[in-house]
């Protein structure tokens, strides 16, 4: 009788991303080594970690390209196309074993660049998002989304007004008029939910201006099984397609965004776009948490 070895659990590593600190940012576990995993498996994973997404990696197309890989992303309750801050966590992983420099990641949503640096002794990432859209949204969706959130009409943006922006996963974005109706996050995570299904949204995209290039933003994600997201970087990257798109601002620019504060989870997203060209480029630190 032969006796097989059970197949050893993978080694998961912990990360918080948008952040140079272990108590702020998004946390994300890493699978540096995810082959032979199944999808059951990486959902049971992320449910278990509990975070709002964790990235499992296995060797890229090219199997001789070292610094290739594809990259998968599994919320506690499915997989998600795409995730900004689980791709930065991913690749400052990677930075820490292997060098700073060019990675490449194969995406569900597509290929996306990556370039890790180091900035004062921390390791940052800077991605590069897919093609990005900006539809218009239906009144009535808007409606019921304000519905949705204890939100008045009268208490949004003009000047921002609403859309889907996507950048590998789509978002409704939505302005708040002050900081104050942004501060008082309390909505119907049911309700939400099931509009979310129906639009299929990844995050819905609450923002407020508070100048020309700097954002304050939340993201309640009830389709991952989580309230609330301290910092999106794919939610970024769909957002500063919006400005632009909505000439909100220049062809070249470069926008911050604040994530996370209210949450008691500060994070910092960096957002890039450059003239003739229409990919957004979102950078962040992302630290090692023991657990």
Known sequence: MTNTAPTPAPEVLHYTAFSTSPDGGNGAGVVL?????????????????GYSESAFLTPGPDPDDKRSFTLRYFSPKAEVDFCGHATVAAAVALGEQFGTGDLEFHTAAGRVPVAVGSEDGVLKATLTSVEPR?????????????????????????????????????HLVLAAATRERLAELDYDFDALLALMRRLDLTTVQLVWRENPTTFHVRDP???????????????????????????????????????????????????????????????????????
């Not at 939610?235 to 620019?253: D, I, N, S």
């Open 221 to 291: 994600f009830p389709v991952g099984g989580v309230v609330e997201d301290a910092a999106t970087g794919a939610a970024a990257a769909a957002f500063g397609a919006y400005t632009r798109e909505l000439g909100l601002v220049p062809a070249q620019a470069r926008l911050t965004l604040h994530q996370g504060h209210d949450m008691g989870r500060p994070s910092l997203l960096e957002v890039e776009l450059r003239a003739g060209e229409r990919r957004v480029r979102v950078t962040g630190a992302a630290v090692r948490v023991q657990c």
């Open 33 to 49: 080594d995810a082959t032979g995993l199944g999808d059951r498996e990486m959902v049971e994973i992320a449910a278990e970690l």
């Open 134 to 170: 900006v539809h218009e949204v239906a009144q009535d969706d808007v409606r019921e989304a304000l519905a949705a959130l204890g939100w008045q009409a009268d208490e949004l943006d003009s000047a921002l007004p609403p859309r889907i922006a996507y950048a590998g996963v789509r």
